[in-house]
C-alpha cells in the first residue's frame, strides 16, 4: 500500500500563493497517475490537476494558468503550485495515487483556505 502524506496548506490572502507537496512512502516512478483533488463544505469532491507516469497533465478548467502540477521520482513527492489564489479555491486538498494493480490511494488532505 501506499502512504500519501500532504503538506502546505494555510490561509493566504487572494492573489497569493502557496505549494502543496504530497509525500509517498514508496517510489512513485511508477504510479501509473497521481492527482489533486479539492472539497469545499457542502461540495463533492472535485479533480484539479492531474500527471501521468509518462508526464502528461490534466488540469479543472477552473485552474487552468494558475496551478501546475509535478511529481519529483526522486524525492517521491507529488507538488501543486497554486498561483493566483482566489476565495473560491478555499477547500480542503487531497492528494490522490493510482496504481494499475491495486487500485486509488489518498492523503489525509491539506486546508488551503483563502480570504477576500
Known amino acids: 500500500q501506499v502512504q500519501l502524506v500532504e503538506s502546505g496548506g494555510g490561509l493566504v490572502q487572494a492573489g497569493g500563493s502557496l505549494r502543496l507537496s504530497c509525500a509517498a512512502s514508496?517510489?512513485?516512478?511508477?504510479?501509473?497517475?497521481m492527482g489533486w483533488y479539492r472539497q469545499a463544505p457542502g461540495k463533492q469532491r472535485e479533480l484539479v490537476a492531474s500527471?501521468?507516469?509518462?508526464?502528461?497533465?490534466n488540469y479543472a478548467d477552473s485552474v487552468k494558468g494558475r496551478f501546475t502540477i509535478s511529481r519529483d521520482n526522486v524525492k517521491n513527492t507529488l507538488y501543486l503550485q497554486m498561483n493566483s489564489l482566489k476565495p473560491e479555491d478555499t477547500a480542503v486538498y487531497y492528494c490522490m495515487a493510482r496504481k494499475r494493480t491495486s487500485g486509488d490511494y489518498w492523503g489525509q488532505g491539506t486546508q488551503v483556505t483563502v480570504s477576500s
Open positions: 514508496e517510489s512513485i516512478f511508477s504510479i501509473y497517475v
Open positions: 500527471i501521468f507516469s509518462g508526464g502528461s497533465t
